[in-house]
């Protein structure tokens, strides 16, 4: 298995360094390289994952060390990967959805003179997130980290001619920095603590450390998390990142970006679970992040950034499961899978919507667009019919399990968990109607129609994915596939049987969606957005004043202190070394003046010198 698992690294990772170095030799088949690449990589996905399930469950990990990266004193860094049931679910994931946005990327960025550039940078985040899931110590989570970030800098600017490209990416950049120093602070604190970074040695090693230094590693983990997932306070730039090209905000929302730091909260379990505060701390930011994500959906028109906001609520959602424990990680990485495949779904169908309608992304000028791209409309409609938790879709079992557990766990967290889900069925019920339903509102030159096979070959496949990924819970199989890795949950106990639960979510899924018609089913749809509105659609559309938040709390006070300290740079730093040196500069030039060549002068000065040697001597025989 060690070939195979090398090889699902190398693959992309030879792809990018072909198409981002071999110039524009390789624009004629740039695509088609960085594809099978991704392709090849999710065909070693399988073949390993298939290799694990015929192991016996206390053999299914393989850890292989490649070689020591540094060593320094008593420490020594080994670069190693590490293949158990929990990175072997994401490997599926990330190569599997990332083959398929390939796949459609074909297709979507077919005009656009840097294609060939685009899949060399896929082919990049790609990698980056492979390493990320595959590494056996927190260093070499650490470098998949940056990779991830750097990647993502360059597919969100990668319309670097729009000013508004450029502004997205510089600003995703910049946020993920704060939580990177999280990751860097913590996996310090680790070194320091334990005196090494390894996932096994830190585990074993754990109940040694004392509460607070716990404590300590897991807050800050968890701003890492909030950093890389887009969770409260960092999640300014996820509606930004919309600037990139569809199938970047596909790739980011669903298979890579915004999944690490759920990954990085679960995989740290060993730290988590020696600190209550910590974990409660992920689950508040969790419920927080799914609350607000689900109220700026509701406000926006941009349909790329309604779906944006639904990613922020959703993966609150697992950062909340994630935040309950034993009895939530395994839910957490289920609803990590099911999103992966309907927010993928529905990122590439409305990329097939805006590829339809002259990339127009405002949904008040769509309407009645089923007819014209009914197969477009029908994946769509699975992925819709998943998030809002339809039952029998993927997305009824994964979220109605972490609303149940947080229910148990927490009666507040749980009525929030409710509350969240009865929102999505309003907010994405509202672009279902504004974009496939009602009247057609676009303008007279523009031809609505479905997008070429290469487009919905990847559409149906994930449709087909969001409809079926209930399966995974078949016998709880995930729960106890994961169980070496997140540990086995202790029955919890409800206060209602579970199906009473569920149903109570349906019925509340229903009242959002039943609102959703009202307001928006049966009523005419404006082209443009009305201005007298409330105060929360008002908040809904500024993003809850998020960046306004960061440029008080950090930007101004930031630039006012760089001007600060500019100035004293300026006048004391700068002014008194160009003070002392036009000192000098001046004694020099008056002692220069009695440097003149002339004799004259010197035997005057020696004359003025005598004179002043005997008046000295006559005012002290005088005394």
């Not at 502004?167 to 950049?173: L, V």
Request: aromatic share 10%.
């Amino acid at each position: 298995m060690a070939l195979p698992l090398v090889l699902v690294i190398a693959l992309p990772a030879v792809g990018a360094a072909i198409l981002l170095l071999g110039g524009r030799r390789t624009d004629a088949w740039g695509h088609l390289l960085g594809t099978a690449a991704v392709v090849g990589s999710f065909v070693c996905s399988l073949w390993l994952f298939l290799g694990l399930l015929g192991r016996g469950e206390e053999e299914r990990q393989l850890g292989l060390d490649l070689w020591t990266w540094f060593a320094t004193g008593q420490w020594e860094v080994k670069l190693g990967l590490l293949y158990d049931p929990l990175s072997a679910l994401f490997l599926l994931l990330i190569t599997g959805v990332g083959a398929l946005i390939h796949v459609y990327s074909i297709g979507y960025m077919e005009h656009d003179v840097r294609r060939r550039r685009f899949f060399g940078y896929l082919n990049l985040f790609v990698a980056a997130m492979l390493v990320l899931v595959l590494s056996s110590d927190y260093v070499g989570v650490f470098l998949g980290w940056e990779g991830v970030g750097l990647a993502s800098y360059l597919l969100i600017g990668f319309w670097q001619h729009k000013p508004s490209a450029a502004a997205a990416s510089k600003k995703a950049f910049v946020i993920n920095r704060v939580g990177d120093i999280g990751l860097s602070l913590g996996v310090g604190l680790m070194l320091v603590t334990f005196g090494t970074t390894s996932f096994d040695e830190v585990s074993e090693l754990t109940s040694g450390a004392s509460a607070g230094v716990m404590t300590a590693i897991g807050l800050l983990l968890l701003l890492a998390a909030c950093g890389k997932s887009a969770q409260f306070p960092l999640q300014s730039w996820l509606l930004d990142a919309m600037e990139g090209p569809t199938p970047v905000s596909a790739l980011i929302h669903a298979a890579t970006m915004v999944t690490a730091g759920v990954y990085l909260i679960v995989r740290s379990q060993f730290v988590f679970e020696y600190s209550d505060t910590a974990r409660l701390a992920v689950a508040i930011i969790g419920t927080i992040t799914l609350l607000m994500g689900a109220w700026i959906g509701c406000a926006k028109d941009d349909i790329k950034k309604t779906l944006a906001g639904s990613t922020m609520s959703q993966i609150g959602y697992m950062v909340l499961a994630s935040g309950l424990g034993v009895a939530g990680y395994a839910f957490a990485i289920f609803h990590l899978l099911t999103h992966g495949a309907f927010k993928a779904n529905m990122f590439l169908g409305a990329g097939s919507v805006m590829h339809g309608t002259d990339d127009d992304v405002d949904m008040r000028h769509y309407g009645a667009l089923q007819k014209a791209m009914p197969v477009t409309f029908l994946t769509f409609a699975m992925g819709y019919l998943a998030i809002i938790g339809f039952p029998g879709f993927s997305g009824f079992w994964s979220k109605d399990k972490i609303i149940e557990t947080a229910l148990a766990e927490s009666p507040v967290l749980g009525v929030c968990a409710l509350l969240g889900a009865g929102v999505t069925g309003f907010y994405m019920t509202r672009l279902m109607l504004m974009t496939f339903f009602g009247k057609q509102r676009w303008e007279p030159g523009v031809h609505p129609h479905e997008s070429p096979k290469v487009m919905t070959f990847p559409l149906v496949a994930l449709a087909a994915l969001s409809v079926l990924g209930g399966l995974l819970l078949l016998n709880d199989w995930i729960v106890t596939f994961l169980a070496p890795v997140t540990g086995e949950a202790e029955e919890h106990h409800l206060p209602v049987p579970p199906i009473l639960i569920s149903a109570l979510v349906v019925v509340v899924v229903l009242v959002g969606v039943a609102l959703a018609v009202v307001l928006f089913g049966r009523r005419e749809v404006p082209r443009e957005a009305p201005r007298n509105v409330s105060v929360f659609t008002r908040a809904g559309r500024n993003e809850l004043y998020g960046n306004e938040v960061n440029d008080t709390l950090v930007v101004r006070p930031g630039t006012q202190l760089t001007a600060g300290l500019a100035a004293f740079d300026r006048t004391v730093v700068d002014g008194g070394a160009m003070g002392t040196a036009a000192s000098i500069g001046g004694l020099s030039q008056a002692l220069r003046r009695a440097q003149n060549g002339f004799v004259r002068s010197y035997a005057l000065s020696l004359l003025a010198g005598a004179a002043l040697v005997l008046l000295a001597l006559v005012v002290v025989n005088l005394a």
